[in-house]
Structures are given as C-alpha cells and as structure tokens.
C-alpha cells in the first residue's frame, strides 16, 4: 500500500515536472514531426510494406531514446538524493517506467497518425498493429528508463544512451517489426500469437530486472 | 607444483592434438568437403566466449551481492577475454563462410546474435571508461552486465524463431538438430577436447589478466 501511495506521488510529480518545462515535451514533438517529413521527403513514392514497417519503428525508436534520455538527468542530484530520503527505490523506478508508458503511449499514438497522414495507410489489420504499438511502447519505455538509469550515473550521456540501448532493444523491435508487418500484409492474425508471447516475456522480464537492479544504481 | 599447473599443460596438449589430428581425422562426406575441419576451430572459440560471457555475468551478480572489487574485477576481465573470442570466433566464421556460402558476411540470425553481442560488450567497456569513481563504475557496470547478458540470451534464443531459417544446421523446424553428440563419432573424438581446450586456455588467458590487473591496481595505490 505504501508503494501504491508513494507511486501515485511520483508519477503525478513526473507529470507537474513536464508540465512545468513544457519546452522538452515541445522539442521531442518537434523532432518527431521532423523526422517523419524527412523520411517523407526521402522515400516519396517509392514506400513498399516492409520500408513502412522498418522505417515506423526505427523512428518511434529514435523518438522513444529521446523522450526518455532526460528521465534522470532534468532534476538536480541533490533533488534525488532528497527522493531517495522518502522514497523506495523501486517506487522511484516504477514511477518513471510508469510515466514514460504514459509518454510513449502519446508519443506513440502521434507518430502514427503523423506517419499515415505522410506516408499513405498500409495497415490492413488495425487491431493487430494497436497491440503492437502498446506492447512496444511497454517494452521501449521500461529498458530506455533502465538504460537512462544507467547512462545518467556516467559522464557523455547522450551518447552511451545510444550505444548502450539500441544493442538491448534489438530483440523487442525485431519482434515488434515481424508483428507488426504481418499487421500490414494481412488482416488475419494467425501466426502472431507466439510473437505476442514473446513480447509480454520480455517485458515481464525488463521489468523484474528492472525492480531487481535499480536499487544498487540508485544509492551511491 | 603439478597440482596448480595441469589444466594449463592439459590446455596445450588438448590443443595440439585439436591443431594436428584435426586435420588427419577422417570426416564424413558432406556438401562442405574439407572445411568441416573449421568445426574444431570456430565452434570451439564460440564456446569459449560464450564460457567467459557466462563467467562475467557470475561475478557481475557476485559483486552486487557482496561489494567485493575482486568480482569486479573479474567480471571485467572475463568480458575481455570474452571479445578477444569473440573476434576469433567471427574470423573464422567469416573465413569458412567465405568457402561454404560465398560470401564472408550473410544474413544468418546466429551471424546477427553474435555481431550484437559484441556490441553489448564493446558498450559494457565504453561504459565503464565513462565513470570515473571506482566504486560506481564497478557498481554501474555490473548493472548493465546482467540487464544485458539476460536480453541478449533472450535475443539468441528468439532470433532463429524470428528470420525463418537460418544457414547453420540445427535451427530448421524439421531438421533433426546437429548437437554435438549427433556428430560423426570420428569427429567427437577431436572436436570435445578441442572445446575443452579452448575453454582452458581462456581461463588461462584470464587468471593472467586478472594478475595484470591486480599489479597495475597496487602501483597506483
């Protein structure tokens, strides 16, 4: 119960905190409008099904490494050792796994509206690619906060997010992309029960790390 | 003395006899001829990697639990070694795929698995450069060490299912898997004390390093 009370405390936080710097929520929305219109521009014309998918997910990606990088590093270190004073460390992480699903989910939800809008419809089964798109808002939000986690207690941030990220995420996004295709190839959805499963293992797998490694990040 | 020093000298033998009488064995008539004889080589140094991959996420694990920078030190050094295999392993890999399919680089999701994996790796030791406190860095390092031994497993094990089949035996659905033991008897004979060995000499090449940096770590005290 207190760790019920405690996350409900800091995910509003996380929400007054964006709020409050409205320019990072501005700025990751503006990369992904730019994004999209460059890939728009690039590939004009010349889309098949595959370069859709492929190109979709690689975007969300680049969006998703850069909405969540910040996760731990827009508040002071005196702030957080003041968190670690009133708070567990796993409601600390839940929180923000929690609060970038919320972001990713918008994130998410704007990119392919942005995306079809450019790009032309070629999904053939909207319910398929809709559980897609929250598994892997699930599965992007809860590893990039573990990473962000990481990478903030090292020098060169942005970067390592990058390179300590994109290497882990592989199996998520690989099986996000086979999903997610066979939303775009055909309505039916036999074949993709398996690859569901697959994806709902990951994530209870990031998240159990997640609650099992966080607390030795967290304390100095 | 001997008591210390057999694995070592069983290592040297083990491989002498994997670079000898492996290429005098005699091996089944397959599509790949001759090249089979890689199978001691570069499976061998897989395993290898694999054995000092699983030995850093060990020590990884041992270092949150107790704090002791012995594990870390450990952990770090067995990524090493780790890579060093690893870039053996895809060096003979990219030879015999070179002769087998034509090219030295194919899509083949076990190719893949392996590329990300160093990459993990390669990350792991970019990361520790970048925190400069001891203790942290032991401390963060370990952190992503078992986050990322536990998604890349995961990976090797989902990738085959994922791209269909793969070029190696043993991932088609309908094949029978070519596990070690279903090889020739004639091969077994050279390729178990050739896995055996490779496994030695790394944590050979690992007990030193280990040394090394122990050394180094009581200079600069």
Not at chain 1, 106 to 129: D, E, K
Not at chain 2, 189 to 200: D, E, H, K, N, S
Request: hydrophobic content about 55%; proline content about 4%.
């Amino acid at each position: 119960m207190l760790l019920k009370r405690e996350l409900t405390h800091l995910f509003l936080k996380e929400i007054r905190l964006e709020l409050k710097q409205r320019y990072v929520l501005n700025g990751i929305l503006l990369y992904l409008v730019s994004t999209v219109f460059v890939t728009y521009l690039a590939f004009t014309g010349t889309i098949t099904s595959e370069t859709w998918n492929s190109l979709f997910w690689i975007i969300l990606l680049f969006v998703a490494v850069n909405g969540i990088s910040k996760s731990f590093i827009q508040e002071n270190p005196a702030r957080h050792l003041y968190y670690y004073t009133i708070a567990s460390p796993e409601a600390i992480v839940l929180s923000k796994i929690l609060y970038n699903l919320f972001l990713m989910a918008i994130l998410s939800i704007l990119a392919l509206l942005f995306f079809v809008l450019l790009m032309g419809n070629m999904i053939q089964n909207p319910g398929l690619f809709v559980t897609a798109l929250i598994l892997g808002s699930f599965g992007l939000s809860s590893v990039l906060t573990m990473i962000a986690a990481i990478a903030s207690r090292a020098s060169n941030n942005f970067s390592l997010m990058a390179i300590l990220s994109f290497p882990i995420v592989l199996p998520l996004l690989m099986t996000l992309m086979k999903v997610s295709g066979s939303a775009l190839t055909s309505g039916s959805w036999s074949g993709t029960l398996p690859l569901i499963i697959i994806l709902l293992i990951i994530n209870v797998a990031v998240i159990l790390l997640a609650f099992l490694l966080f607390p030795y990040l967290w304390r100095d | 003395m001997l008591k210390k020093y057999w694995w070592k000298i069983l290592s040297l033998l083990l491989l002498l006899y994997a670079v000898t009488y492996g290429f005098y064995v005699a091996i089944p008539e397959t599509m790949i001829l001759q090249t089979m004889r890689n199978l001691f080589y570069h499976v061998g140094m897989w395993f290898g990697m694999f054995t000092m991959l699983i030995v850093s996420f060990i020590y990884s694990l041992k270092y949150l639990k107790g704090f002791h920078e012995e594990n870390d030190r450990v952990a770090i050094e067995a990524v090493n070694v780790g890579i060093l295999f690893g870039f053996l392993g895809i060096f003979t890999g990219m030879t015999w795929a070179n002769f087998t399919w034509g090219s030295p680089w194919v899509k083949d999701p076990k190719l893949n698995g392996a590329a990300v994996g160093l990459v993990i790796y390669l990350a792991y030791i970019i990361l520790r450069s970048s925190v400069e406190d001891r203790h942290k860095r032991a401390k963060v390092s370990a952190v992503y060490n078992i986050f990322a031994f536990v998604l890349w497993i995961i990976f090797v094990l989902i990738l085959p299912r994922l791209a269909g089949d793969s070029l190696h035996p043993a991932t088609g659905d309908n094949s029978t898997p070519v596990l070690p033991m279903h090889l020739d008897p004639s091969m077994r004979t050279v390729f178990y004390p050739a896995m055996t060995g490779w496994i030695l000499l790394g944590t050979w090449i690992l007990q030193i390093r280990i040394r090394i940096s122990k050394l180094k770590h009581q200079i600069e005290d």
